[in-house]
């Protein structure tokens, strides 16, 4: 989108919002209701340490090791979401899943980390055609 905010962050901000990207804690805040801007259902909405709001998807938690590295998401006693990164999950540990794993609307598609990429060596035709013109 590239629009400037209002305000303009301050440095410990940026670095929030880097842990929320690099977490995936993508969740509307409040007063917004915890409904996924692409499918529209309800998540179970928690706040992280760091200022973001996650969307969980509801139910019980699964057993952590059966969830990929990154998406494991642990609430503590205080209502707290935290992201468990790459930590291999205890023995027995359970989690919760973050709601975009699960979201109808979104589909992981092949190669998608390196959708940013351009191919080598494309971007030139066009060049040659048209070269011929007066005789
Ligand atoms: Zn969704």
């Known amino acids: 989108m590239g629009e400037r905010d209002a ?13 929320a990207r690099a977490d ?3 969740g509307p ?15 179970e909405r928690r706040a992280t340490y760091y200022g973001a709001y996650v969307l969980l998807e509801p139910g019980p938690a699964v057993p952590a090791h059966l ?6 998401w642990y609430v503590d006693g205080g209502g707290y979401a935290w992201n468990g990164a790459f930590d291999e999950p205890g023995r027995g540990a359970r989690c919760r899943i973050p709601h975009h794993l699960s979201c109808p ?4 598609v092949d190669g998608w980390a390196g959708s940013g990429a351009e191919e080598p060596g494309r971007g030139h035709e066009g060049r040659a055609a048209g070269a011929h013109d007066g005789t």
Do not use: I, K, S, T
Request: proline content about 17%; overall charge positive; glycine content about 10%.
């Open 105 to 108: 609307a979104l589909v992981l």
């Open 67 to 72: 969830v990929e590295a990154g998406q494991r």
């Open 29 to 43: 805040p409040p007063p917004a209701p915890p409904l996924c801007p692409h499918c529209g259902r309800r998540g």
């Open 7 to 19: 305000a303009r962050p301050r440095d410990w901000e940026f670095a929030d919002r880097a842990q």
């Open 24 to 26: 995936g804690a993508d």
